[in-house]
């Protein structure tokens, strides 16, 4: 619009009208109101009129730019103003988005800060209950921990190893997985997503022993040697001065075995004792036992009233006398089951000695056991490290010749059948075995012999 009015009033020669003063005296001026300028601008100029005003026409123009400037400020300016002001309306509210994109990182749900490690376990103990197990007990001591971790060392490593993890809350565990007599080191540890707790107090614990196997049937060993098979081993022939290349030594019709073991003398015309013949002798336990030995053999009292004794064969053989306790006064063999559980019962054999007295045979058939009142009359045939059973006729002899005080014999008469390893007496070589306790064939009945005993 300034160029516009710059226009339109320079085309006036300035130049012509200054020279003719005359001219410029005789000029109407035209004032126009101020009102009315923006009128005069659009209308036509008379160019009499601008040729005799040059001068006003030439301020009249400079004010003319002067305001135009001024409302080209004024509009630019009011136009940035505007613009300024109603920013947010026209462009948006441009800060906010970063402040609203700002703000969901602050208050998005932050992950609570994660728990400290929890507490460790305390009262940790350790307790065998048998040889293959050990009871852990602790107290839990936290209450964050996601689980339990129980460790283990033994005696001779310092290094704990891992056995099991166990959920939250636990107190208790039993490990298993002991061997039987040793000594176990432990400790348990919680543990959350965090950390570990300090391990618990160190708990120890020794293992119980395992028990004794309960005894098992073994075939006995092999018996000695038994040149003529006559009942009697060559050792037990030369301990009773018999022939041992001949099964009647003394001629009277019975195998010299048969006559040890119903205690008659196999080189003495019948019918002659044992212990007449000097061949026996006879010893005794002041709790109230006797019996007869080889007179060659000895006797220690391993307990004062003979409740122990040990007899010397002086050949490496023992015969162990021991006497047990049987308050409940039960029956020999329930006696034996409770003393050795697990034992398999039809591996106790019966017997019944010459006395007539009644027991069982243990499972390893070298043991007798004999019910006495509230006690129980043992007697095992201990071999020590011979590989043969060389005395075994005559440890059937010493168990017949067995008294117990207050038990009363009752000697089985002749012609009731074979008592358990007694020889046959028309039979060389052969021996009558005994039978199971659960078997319905009693000891002293149904053998393939009859006793010729004289
Ligand atoms: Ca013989
Ligand atoms: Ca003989
Ligand atoms: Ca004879």
Known sequence: MGDQITNQTQPVPVQAAQPQAEAQASAVI????????????????????????????GGKSKLAIIIGVLLLIILVGGAGAFVYFNRDALFGKPTPPPVVAVQPTTT?????????????????????????????????????????RVERRTG????????????????NFQDGSVQASSTYYYRVIARNDTGESEPSNEAVAVTRPLPPPPPKQEPLPPAGLDTDSDGITDLE?????????????????????????????PVGKAPAKLLESGLVKEIN?????????????????????????????????????????????????????????????STLMQYRSKGGYEGIIGPDLLTTYIPWGNRIFVFKYDMGKQPFINFRTVYSMMLNSLALKGLPQEMVPAGTGQLPFEPAATQPGAITQPVSITSATPTVSGTNATSSTP
């Open 108 to 148: 998005k749900p932050t992950p609570p800060p994660p728990p400290p490690p929890p507490n460790a376990p305390s009262n940790l103990t350790a307790t065998s209950t048998s040889p293959q197990s050990v009871s852990l007990s602790w107290t839990d001591a936290a209450d964050s921990e996601t689980g339990y």
């Open 285 to 345: 336990g002041s709790i109230g036992w006797s019996m007869l030995i080889p007179t060659k053999w000895t006797v220690s009292m391993d307990a004062p009233d003979g409740s122990a004794a040990a007899i010397d064969s002086g050949h490496g053989e023992k015969f162990l006398i021991s006497v047990e306790k049987n308050e409940n006064n039960l029956p020999v063999a329930d006696w034996y089951l409770a003393k050795y559980p697990g034992t398999d019962k």
């Open 30 to 57: 035209h004032v126009i109101p101020e009102q009315f300028y923006g009128a005069a601008l659009k209308t036509k100029i008379n160019p009499e009129s601008t040729e005799g005003a040059p001068q006003a026409s």
């Open 237 to 265: 022939e030369n301990l009773f001065g018999a022939d041992a290349r001949n099964p009647d030594s003394d001629g009277d019709g019975f195998l010299d075995g048969n006559e040890v073991f119903n205690l008659y003398s």
């Open 156 to 171: 001779d490593r310092t290094i704990y190893e891992r056995i099991t993890d166990l959920p939250p809350n636990s107190t």
